[in-house]
């Protein structure tokens, strides 16, 4: 054997620069400035020095990078989960993964975290596509859920502590509605009931967005402005009665079918209780998702926040135009992964910071796959040493260093790098035992297997 090994001949694999997030293709200015709100890149590498206190992460609420303390010890995590009719794309993964990520981080810091993530099984987009396809929307609902599922569990995804469908929760939602009611914050007509945006001075505190672009933005994500049955186009609707053939559930309005938003409150207050530490989910839930289920939980419950952090995951487009079902531009995960390894999508992804807007790019992904084929080889490189001690105690520190400070990734993912050139690069007899252990141990961290299969 030779005294010291070196890498086969390829091209480095290094990771894109870190892009500051840029507005989305189609996203209002007033709007995209929430989502690319504070700055992502700034500075980080000149702040990855002596451990920092405590984790932080941008608060999409507060339009800063704020501490984060848990209370009591535990974490009490929310996720807006898929609506299964599209299953799974990249900017799915993006998403979901993030919190994966976050999670694995906080448990690794000896956290508790209780963490929920919904399904939304019953929705305009899910009953119309069952009618395109000619299937029921319960077979349409099942069949796209599992196949996320699958997808996630391929991309070794941890599963929520509980994974939740809306239509499980009715009786929550009902609950919710009947307080709002009470309260005198919501109205009903004709069988079905809406939340008086009016009423709550305090709307728009999350997304920030003057009230006169307010409509618009509701408008292209699910608002109805012509319902006659609205005082303001920009009411958001709780229950509504439901269609003929449509799916319906009995309610003290009548047969009906619950609005979008009020589901989310429901579940989240029946997991995690009336107020919770991170409430997250895709950047184009800011406004109007979030922004209604704050005002309709605060109401409900009178408490405040309903949650303390907000965390939002930027929007991923394809080759330099938005990815969407209609433009036919989807990149499933399960067509990523019939030729490259989970670790090699999940280092691509988060090569980039979560709140960056940016484009995948087909050929990057084998770029990344050659990264991860270095990072399993050294974690499975024979240990044969046993004089100098391998030591990768600084790497180690920039690792935790970038993923308290607001979950840079990026630069967790040049630590690991680094860890791994420090062990292939070794000679033969120095012992990097405990730098393989280190190496796996932060692999998890970021959800790698580290697996040449």
């Known amino acids: 054997m030779p005294g010291s090994y070196h890498r086969p001949s390829r091209d480095p694999v290094a990771g894109p620069p870190s892009e500051p997030p840029v507005r989305p293709a189609g996203l209002p200015v007033a709007e995209a400035r929430i989502y690319c709100g504070g700055d992502v890149t700034a500075d980080r590498a000149a702040r990855a020095g002596?451990?920092?206190e405590g984790m932080q992460l941008y608060n999409t609420m507060t339009?800063?990078?704020?501490r984060f303390v848990p209370r009591e010890g535990e974490v009490k995590l929310y996720v807006c989960g898929v609506t299964p009719y599209d299953t799974t794309h990249v900017g799915h993964a993006f998403t979901f993964l993030t919190f994966d990520i976050?999670?694995?981080?906080?448990r690794q810091q000896g956290l508790a975290v209780t963490y929920v993530q919904n399904v939304t099984d019953i929705d305009d987009d899910i009953l119309r596509k069952a009618e395109e396809l000619g299937i029921g929307w319960q077979e349409l609902g099942a069949r796209e859920t599992a196949k996320f599922l699958r997808d996630m569990d391929n991309l070794n995804a941890l599963r929520p502590?509980?994974?939740v469908k809306a239509t499980d929760h009715v009786p929550e939602m009902l609950d919710i509605i009947a307080a709002l009611l009470a309260k005198g914050v919501a109205y009903q007509v004709d069988g079905s009931v809406y939340f008086a945006v009016d009423a709550d001075p305090e709307f728009g505190k999350l997304s920030h967005i003057p009230r006169p672009e307010m409509l618009p933005i509701a408008n292209e994500r699910g608002n109805t402005p012509d319902d006659p049955n609205k005082r303001d186009p920009l009411d958001f609707v709780l229950w509504q009665t439901s269609a003929p053939g449509e799916p319906s559930w009995e309610s003290p309005y009548g047969r009906g079918r619950p609005g979008w938003h009020v589901e989310c409150s429901a579940m989240a207050s029946r997991y995690l209780g009336p107020s919770i530490d991170i409430h997250g989910g895709g950047l184009d839930l800011v406004f109007p998702h979030h922004e209604c289920e704050i005002a309709q939980s605060e109401n409900a419950f009178d408490v405040e926040p309903f949650a303390r952090f907000w965390v939002h995951v930027g929007m991923v487009g394809y080759q330099g135009e938005k990815m969407s079902k209609s433009l036919g531009n989807l990149?499933?995960?399960?067509?990523a992964l019939a030729n490259d390894h989970p670790d090699a999508l999940r280092l691509y992804l988060f090569s980039n910071h979560y709140r960056s807007n940016w484009d995948y790019q087909d050929a990057e992904l084998e770029r990344w796959a050659g990264v991860a084929r270095d990072l399993a080889e050294a974690a499975g490189f024979p240990a044969y040493g046993v004089e100098i001690e391998v030591d990768v105690s600084s790497y180690r520190e920039r690792f935790f260093n970038a993923l308290d400070d607001d979950l840079n990734t990026p630069l967790a993912i040049e630590a690991l790098r680094e860890i791994g050139a420090a062990i292939l690069e070794?000679?033969?007899e120095d012992d990097i035992r405990d730098a393989q252990l280190?190496?796996?141990d932060l692999a998890d961290v970021l959800g790698l297997s580290l697996n040449e299969g």
């Open 438 to 440: 280190t190496l796996r």
């Open 331 to 335: 990149v499933l995960v399960s067509d």
């Open 102 to 106: 976050l999670v694995r981080y906080l």
């Open 426 to 428: 070794a000679p033969e």
């Open 50 to 52: 002596a451990r920092r």
């Open 161 to 163: 502590d509980h994974y």
């Open 63 to 66: 339009e800063r990078v704020e």
